[in-house]
Nanobody, 115 residues
């Protein structure tokens, strides 16, 4: 089992940037696939970005060119750098870990993009 804690959310103006971080209760980042999901008000949860043990990443089409997922081995965090934010990026962002067929979730951090 693992606990995941997200941080870095907040209010930002359109065109601005935020960096989300995900910390885990044990060092799993270089072993298991890690992802960021988001859920906007009234919408289904969607996969935003994923990174696997090799370091290969995948991004949703809606965020390609704007978001980057990375793994910081020194800080043992998974980060989501979000640039050129749009109002439609407003959502609760969740960090997940895929461990032995089980998907673990953090409690989420709210990102609001508004002027």
């Amino acid at each position: 089992q693992v606990q995941l804690v997200e941080s870095g959310g907040g209010l930002v103006q359109p065109g601005g940037s935020l960096r989300l971080s995900c910390a885990a209760s044990r060092n799993i980042f270089s072993i298991y696939p890690m992802s960021w999901y988001r859920q906007a008000p009234g919408k289904q949860r969607e996969l935003v970005a994923r990174i696997i043990s090799s370091g290969r990443t995948n991004l949703a089409d809606s965020v390609k060119g704007r978001f980057t997922i990375s793994r910081d081995n020194a800080k043992t965090t998974i980060d989501l750098q979000m640039n050129s934010l749009k109002p439609e990026d407003t959502a609760v962002y969740y960090c997940t870990a895929e461990i032995n067929g089980i998907l673990y979730w953090g409690k989420g951090t709210l990102v609001t993009v508004s002027s």
